[in-house]
Every structure is written in C-alpha cells, then in structure tokens.
C-alpha cells in the first residue's frame, strides 16, 4: 500500500468538472488513484463533460487515460460489486478517500453505514479505520435530512465539503472556480498545492 495512493468515487450528483481536475492534478504528482464509478456518476460525466465510460473498468481506466492523458501506471478503476479490490478491507486500503461529487444518496449510505455497494464499504472503511474521508455534495437548497446526514458524517470523522466556489479571488474563467474546490480537497487531504490564490496573499494592487 503506497502512502500516494488515494481512493476517489464518482456518484451522481453535479460537479464533474471538479473530480476530473482532482483526478488530473492527483495523476501528474504522482498519487496512485483507485477509483470507484456509479452508474449515475458515468450519466453525470456524459452529460456534463461528453465522456462516457463503458460498464467495465478495464475499459473505463483505457477512456480516461486516453480522454485526460492521464498516466496509466497511476490509476486503477473498480466495478461496484468488486469486493476483492483493496479498498474493501482496512488491511489494504489507502489512508484518504474523495467522493466527488457526492450524492445525498450516497451521503446518506455512508452516513448510516449502508455498505451496499464498493463506494459506500470503502468510505466505512475509512471511517472505521480513522483515515481521512471527504464528500463533496453539491445539492441546492438542502433538507433537514441531508442537514442531518451531514452531521452525522462529520461526529463519524468524515470531513462535508460542499462544491461552493469564493469570489474572493475574482475569478475570470471558470477553471478558477474549479481549482478552487479541489485546492481546498488536496488541502483537507495535507497535499501542498498552489491551485488557487489564497486569502491574505492576493494582489489587490
């Protein structure tokens, strides 16, 4: 187990844009990625950024290395139901794990431990292990019971970090707001990064 490996799941709430620039920043530095793609997280990354992954892994982990230019060496792609991947068992799974975007079904999963697919075991796997788990939701306005969720996962360990980009930056592409959200995912995971302009350190000149 590579202390660079990082497990990171897809799910199907908005906010691809975000996971695709985490996964490209992650593979350039160097972290090995065990990712992990539900079947509304492939619907969301074909409506929202035209690729669309096969079923298999096999061939998922081929479409984004040709899609992203991404390292081959340096991700590894699961199906749902593979119980044999590493990141099923606290003997073998990384220490960090991302789920971005978030679904509030998904939120509500792991929040009560559900388990019932490889997302949902890899994040109690965290949470058990005292590792580092993010979730990532993006849903507007939130109810009492995604409010709740929330809590609940933040008194397990987990961290919620909503998709909610500042301005504070003055941003002028979106790319900007992008970077932003993952700069503050690698910095929850105690990655160093410079992805985004920082308060206290920006030029107002």
């Known amino acids: 187990m590579s202390k660079n490996a990082i497990t990171l799941a897809i799910t199907g709430a908005s ?14 530095n160097d972290y090995l990625i065990h990712l992990l793609v539900s079947d509304a997280g492939r619907v969301v990354l074909a409506t929202e950024d035209g690729i669309e992954l096969p079923k298999s892994p096999r061939k998922q982990k081929a479409r984004l290395v040709d899609s992203l230019g991404l390292d081959p060496e340096l991700i590894e792609c699961w199906s749902q139901n593979d119980w044999s991947s590493p990141v099923a068992s606290g003997s073998s799974a990384p220490k960090q794990m991302v789920i971005c975007p978030c679904s509030t079904g998904t939120l509500s999963a792991v929040a009560t431990g559900a388990s019932n697919n490889l997302i949902e075991r890899a994040a109690d796997v965290m949470l058990k292990e005292r590792g580092t788990l993010i979730v990532v939701p993006r849903e507007a306005p939130y109810s009492s019971i995604h409010l709740t969720n929330m809590l609940a996962l933040t008194q397990a360990g987990g961290i919620v970090l909503p998709a909610s980009p500042g301005f504070y930056h003055q ?31 920006l030029d107002n000149s």
């Open 15 to 28: 906010g691809s844009p975000y996971v695709l620039r985490l996964i490209e920043w992650l593979n350039q």
């Open 171 to 201: 941003p002028e592409e979106i790319d900007e707001l992008i970077d932003f959200i993952v700069s503050r995912i690698l910095d929850q995971l105690d990655i160093s990064n410079n992805l985004a302009k920082r308060w206290g350190y």
